[in-house]
């Protein structure tokens, strides 16, 4: 699965351009501020409709224009999908697939899985639980289909089962439909989830030796409540906090991944280029994960600024895996020669050069 053509219009300093992206792997160059990471944003945007750089897309529109448009042809062994969004100064935007309007975003997450590996990626060890838990369930959501009804579900019994506990008196036997939603959907998708972990570790911990040698460094899911007892249980027994604090305090909106070294956080221990390196193998193995299960489409890689932070061997090493991960990936750096020795002959290779927002292609 692969963008084979991408046209940009309007996304920060970038000057309007068609692309013709390599399948494997595109190498971005250009000095700080010439528009690389902006080239990224702007794939970003046409897999999931939202920039990671800002959570509003308003500062993703070039200063003094209205919109931003993203286009791409994707082809890929089932077919191919012409993907586009727009989004205009009114926070309107506008997804297409094949030609029609869609209105949620999973559709195009469903088809364009992307990962994305930036100098913020660290923030998955150390920011908080929400960090893990979104990484965790993007997983989930690629590889069990009824993972995204179940998750709806959640949601929906928590909205409704706090605005319950918040109230003065509370309506028993309305509480308990929701408990009983609550667990069903939470029960569920803990199930997803650790299946997902049990198939997600060995292909992480192989992926992580092939990058570092970081000895007793384990991963671990915890599921939101007491692993020994059902959630109705624990539920019931803690309502009386939960009508204190007036949410609900267990359940898998509580969920984490844990990251240990010898007995302690991973984030207190490691350097920031061992950092990098964990996280790109956590992202790496979930794409080497969605491709071993073969349902769902491949995933493609966007990686923000890959040689910084890391030395000669880390680099030429990262670039190793993500050239064998056959995916299509398009990595940023200042300067091309940064990475210029770490492909192994043969390896399709396009090269753009960016310069004030003019991307150019130069191999
Ligand atoms: N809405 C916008 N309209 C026009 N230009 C913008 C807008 N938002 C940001 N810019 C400018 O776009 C330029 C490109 O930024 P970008 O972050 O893509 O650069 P970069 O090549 O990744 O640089 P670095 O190497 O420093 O990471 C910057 O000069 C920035 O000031
Ligand atoms: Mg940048």
Not at 45 to 56: H, P, V
Not at 179 to 208: H, M, N
Request: net charge positive; proline share 3%; charged share 25%.
């Amino acid at each position: 699965m692969a963008l084979t053509r991408l046209s940009v219009t309007g996304v920060r300093n970038l000057q309007p351009v068609t692309l013709h992206p390599s399948p494997r792997i595109n190498l971005i160059s250009g000095s700080n501020g010439s528009g690389k990471t902006s080239l990224l944003e702007a794939i970003h945007i046409l897999g999931l409709a939202r920039s990671f750089r800002s959570t509003r897309l308003q500062p993703v529109i070039q200063h003094d224009l209205d919109s931003c448009t993203v286009f791409g042809q994707l082809d890929a062994d089932a077919g191919r999908h012409l993907l586009g969004v727009t989004r205009d100064r009114n926070a309107d935007f506008q997804i297409r697939i094949d030609g029609r309007t869609v209105s949620a975003a999973s559709e195009l997450v469903q088809i364009l899985p992307i990962q994305l590996i930036n100098p913020d990626s660290f923030r998955l060890l150390e920011g908080a639980p929400k960090q893990r838990r979104q990484f965790l369930d993007w997983g989930v959501f690629h590889v069990e289909h009824n993972f995204l009804a179940a998750w709806q579900r959640l949601q929906k019994a928590l909205k409704q089962r706090n605005s319950l506990l918040r109230r003065g008196r509370i309506d028993r036997s309305l509480l308990a439909v929701w408990d009983s939603e609550l667990c069903l959907a939470g029960e569920t998708i803990d199930q997803l989830r650790r299946d997902y972990i049990v198939r997600l570790k060995p292909v992480f911990e192989e992926t992580l030796r092939r990058l570092i040698e970081l000895d007793g460094l384990s991963l671990s899911y915890y599921r939101g409540w007491d692993k020994e007892r059902p959630l109705a249980d624990v539920i019931a027994s803690q309502l009386d906090r939960d009508v204190q604090l007036g949410h609900t305090q267990a359940g898998p909106q509580r969920a984490d991944l844990r990251l240990r070294i010898r007995g302690m956080s991973a984030v207190d221990v490691l350097s920031r280029g061992q950092q990098k390196l964990v996280v790109a193998a956590m992202k790496i193995a979930q794409g080497v994960l969605l491709k071993a299960v073969g349902r769902a489409a491949h995933c493609l890689y966007l990686v923000d600024d890959l040689p910084s932070e890391l030395d000669q061997q880390h680099r030429d090493a990262l670039c190793r895996l993500l050239s064998d991960l056959d995916c299509q990936v398009f990595i940023t750096c200042v300067e091309a020669g940064q990475l210029h020795g770490s492909w192994q002959t043969g390896t399709p290779l396009a090269m753009f050069h960016v310069e004030h927002g003019h991307i150019m292609q130069t191999e």
